[in-house]
């Protein structure tokens, strides 16, 4: 029925998928065998698109982050056993979101004679070609995505924030001898994430996009390093941890695996977007390294540390090791090079906002204030919550729990609602289990990250 294609999105395009509006063709209605004959791919502009070998090296770019460096601690609340095969799981049910948002994406570029979709765009539509009842929620399921996907970016960059200072935090107080509050750290960070925030052209941003991968791919290597460096298994191992800790675990590693943001970007500007689908394909090829790397570093870095495991692997680095400091300040830098990239898109679209409320003369100005404030407000947040495991906790439990899982399958079903759930209504059925599981891993995500919170300020 469908055919097995994709699309591309590079930084850039993902601003446009923000401030860019669907124009949905008259052909919505019930559902014509025709609109299998329209070829989406075919209409699309072939100008700076990427290979099938690009948009793999994106996807894994996209999907390798700070995240990695918190998989131990992801093992160390969900245990070895339960842990490594809730990783792989985990893992797979990622990628089939991604799937099913593509090929429905690529269903309704069909069935509305449209060459390609956002994220936003594609359930957006979704809605306004589904049953009568709920078309009129077609704006607002846009609004909604792209809500939280702005909102996504926004709490990794504060994320990022917490990340540095407290790597920071570890090297500086062994050197000085002291103790100093964390959050002296993060209120240090404010310069240099106001200029990073001033930067309005993506052009700007490659030198230090490209120093971030350098810098990424150096440490975690030298990382693996040192996990592997004289390997013994800790003596503290748990198989299997307890009930209270398990939704930290799904939080955890839904915030490290999930990438679903850059999907539809990258998808939309391959030149083979068929390739991205299918098997082999772009997707299943990454998706089968993202999660290899993660549940290695997971293992093996829960097996080395065992319950001393902290909330990023590096921070169990010898603090005495000069190379091991090294490798510390190495991914510091990637990743404060990475929050002006991370914290672009969510800029450009409130910018635009602010934009267009005040005159020409006053724009400009207006700008520069409203990304000063942004760059502040990641700086607030950080400082209110600075313990970074439940930060990430909470920031996946939210954020990626509702666009990774829930968004996806609701798109899907609609889109397949007119005669294609499958015998038996099979795809409702696993979608309805698929929406339950994101709810929950949403609602106890939340309330674990919160009450760790809490417990913190206590």
Not at 373 to 389: G, Q, R, S, Y
Not at 426 to 449: C, D
């Amino acid at each position: 029925m469908w055919k097995n294609n994709s699309e591309k999105e590079t930084p850039g395009s993902q601003m446009k998928e923000f401030s860019s509006t669907t124009k949905i063709a008259p052909t919505i209605g019930e559902y014509n065998e025709k609109d299998e004959l329209y070829d989406p791919f075919e209409h699309r502009d072939k100008k700076n698109t990427y290979s099938d070998l690009g948009s793999l090296v994106h996807m894994v770019k996209s999907s390798l982050g700070s995240g990695i460096l918190a998989m131990p601690n992801a093992l160390k609340n969900g245990g070895l056993i339960f842990g490594g095969i809730g990783t792989l799981l985990i893992g797979i049910l990622c990628g089939h979101c991604v799937h099913i948002l593509v090929r429905s994406s690529h269903h309704l570029c069909r069935r509305t004679k449209t060459p390609k979709m956002t994220y936003s765009e594609t359930a957006q539509t979704a809605f306004a070609c589904g049953p009568k009842a709920i078309r009129p929620y077609a704006n607002f399921m846009k609004l909604a995505v792209d809500t939280a996907l702005c909102c996504t970016y926004f709490g990794g960059a504060c994320v990022y924030v917490v990340f540095i200072s407290t790597t920071i935090k570890q090297i500086t107080d062994y050197h000085t001898g002291s103790d100093i509050n964390i959050r002296l750290y993060i209120l240090a960070l404010i310069p240099a994430c106001i200029l990073l925030s001033q930067i309005r052209n993506l052009r700007y941003l490659i030198p230090f996009s490209a120093l971030a991968n350098v810098f990424m791919i150096v440490g975690l290597a030298s990382t693996l390093y040192y996990v592997f460096k004289d390997f013994t298994p800790h003596n503290e191992i748990k198989y299997i941890a307890k009930l209270e800790n398990l939704p930290k675990f799904f939080a955890t590693v839904i915030f490290a695996i999930e990438g679903i943001g850059v999907v539809m970007p990258i998808e939309n500007s391959m030149e083979k977007p068929h390739h991205f689908l299918g098997c082999p394909s772009v997707l299943n090829i990454t998706m089968t390294i993202v999660v290899a790397l993660y549940a290695i570093m997971g293992i093996f870095g829960y097996l080395k540390y065992g319950e001393e495991t902290a909330s990023i692997i590096t921070l169990n680095l010898a603090v005495d090791d000069v190379f091991a400091q090294v490798v510390k300040l190495i991914i510091a830098l990637a990743i404060l090079f990475t929050y002006g990239l991370q914290f672009f898109v969510p800029l450009e679209i409130t910018s635009l906002a602010v934009r267009s409320r005040l005159s020409h003369k006053y724009g400009g100005v207006g700008e520069t204030i409203w990304r000063i404030i942004m760059a502040l407000l990641t700086v607030v947040i950080a400082l209110a919550i600075p313990n970074l495991e439940p930060f990430i906790s909470l920031v996946g439990a939210v954020f990626f729990s509702f666009l990774g899982i829930a968004i996806p399958v609701v798109v899907e079903t609609i889109s397949c609602w007119e005669g294609h759930l499958g015998t038996c209504y099979w795809r409702l059925i696993k979608n309805i289990f698929l929406f339950i599981f994101s709810i929950l891993a949403l609602i106890s995500g939340t309330w674990v990250a919160m009450s760790d919170i809490i417990k913190d300020y206590a």
